[in-house]
Nanobody
Framework: VLYLEESGGGSVQAGGSLRLSCAVSGYPLIQNCMGWFHEAPGEMRLAVATIATGSGSTYYADGVKGRFTISRDNAKNTLSLEMNSLKPEDTGTYYC???????????????????????WGQGTLVTVSS
């Protein structure tokens, strides 16, 4: 069973920074898609940053390019999201996600949900005040 656990959320003022971490256990994700999804209050859950764990290729949504950095530590089996220059519109719950099947096509969020074992973490709340 694949298990993801996020940490690192919190409250910051606009312009501040946060680092989110996702601990992965139960399954080796060595050639899979992983990513961070953002769910703003009343909005859909959308991918903001993704990574192909095999190639290291990354994708960023337009609204976070240049501000967010996704990274993967295969040795520690963790996924991170460095968030800088935070804006009030970044407020919401951030979910770590992993696809069960191997793939290198990880842009956007379409790689998630096609397999019953694709997994979300429980989410971590980020609040950015103006």
């Amino acid at each position: 069973v694949l298990y993801l656990e996020e940490s690192g959320g919190g409250s910051v003022q606009a312009g501040g920074s946060l680092r989110l971490s996702c601990a992965v256990s139960g399954y080796p994700l060595i050639q899979n898609c992983m990513g961070w999804f953002h769910e703003a209050p009343g909005e859909m859950r959308l991918a903001v940053a993704t990574i192909a764990t095999g190639s290291g290729s990354t994708y960023y949504a337009d609204g976070v390019k240049g501000r967010f950095t996704i990274s993967r530590d295969n040795a520690k089996n963790t996924l991170s999201l460095e968030m800088n220059s935070l804006k009030p519109e970044d407020t919401g719950t951030y979910y770590c996600a992993a696809a069960f099947e191997t793939s290198d096509a990880c842009d956007g969020g379409g790689w998630f949900g096609g397999h019953a074992k694709d997994t979300w973490g429980q989410g971590t709340l980020v609040t950015v005040s103006s």
